[in-house]
């Protein structure tokens, strides 16, 4: 395996993270993902997150393993996907640091992380914050990396599927504990109870899908996205994004770029 010592570390196993994992490692690099104590992750059927709470987690034949970060670099080349519970980069000496959080503003990672730092989408500028961008806004840019300047600004509008966009996430109402009487996968009617957040029911605007849920019983702020309701009732809801395939690959791009280069 000639990546086999190319460590990378991939902080936040939502989503979009976990197409960056998948990438990665089927083309060969070992890969540790650091995540929360309480992952805010919402699609947690395709998350490596879900091993946090779980213990293991399985994403289309790739096994996320909770684990510690003594670990968690043997884990990585034995194959499996260690995941570390951890607010901050865990000393694995990575050589490159994917920041896949989605905060839409810059946090703590650095430039100086690692040998090559890959940020995603809005709040990071390549040369300043990281290395290189890769863009995560649907459309004809979705998946570049950039080298150069940053990732187009947060619209706040989450991308169309099925004729839905803004009304297809569901957001806390109020802050409090998440509760849900519904589970992901389920199908579900208009005006259909589906739990609620502090203590304030969340209804169905549509029929759909059950597409993901933040994990029960977190803890959210006001507004934050909780939910995500597909009107496409075929909708592959265990499987990674399109979206986050084609992140994914842009970042896999970025790495064999550095490597290309560096060599």
Not at 48 to 75: D, K, N
């Amino acid at each position: 395996m000639p990546f086999r010592d190319v460590l990378v570390v991939v902080r936040g196993g939502g989503d979009l993270g976990t197409g960056v994992c998948w990438r990665l490692t089927r083309a060969g690099f070992p890969v540790v993902v650091a995540e929360l104590p309480a992952p805010l992750s919402v699609r947690r059927s395709a998350a490596l997150s879900s091993a946090v709470h779980r213990g293991t987690a399985e994403v289309e034949g790739m096994c996320g393993v909770r684990s510690t970060v003594e670990e968690a670099a043997g884990l990585a080349r034995s194959g499996v996907v260690p995941v570390v519970v951890t607010a901050v980069l865990p000393p694995l000496g990575a050589a490159v640091v994917v920041d896949a959080r989605m905060a839409k503003r810059p946090l703590d990672t650095t430039i100086g992380d690692a040998d090559l730092v890959v940020g995603l989408g809005p709040g990071f500028t390549a040369g300043h914050h990281c290395h290189a961008v890769v863009e995560t806004l649907r459309g004809p840019r979705l998946g570049r990396a950039l080298w150069q300047g940053s990732a187009a600004a947060d619209t706040g509008l989450p991308g169309e599927l099925g004729g839905r966009s803004g009304e297809r996430v569901l957001r806390a109402p109020v802050a409090g504990a998440a509760r849900w009487r519904v589970a992901v996968g389920d199908v579900v009617e208009p005006g259909d109870r589906l739990g609620s957040v502090g203590g304030v029911d969340l209804r169905a605007p549509f029929r759909g899908r059950i597409r993901g849920l933040i994990a029960d019983g977190t803890e959210v702020p006001s507004g934050l996205k909780v939910g995500d309701l597909d009107p496409r009732l075929d909708t592959p809801w265990r499987e990674i994004s399109d979206k986050a395939l084609a992140v994914g690959g842009g970042v896999l791009e970025a790495v064999l770029t550095w490597w290309h280069d560096r060599d």
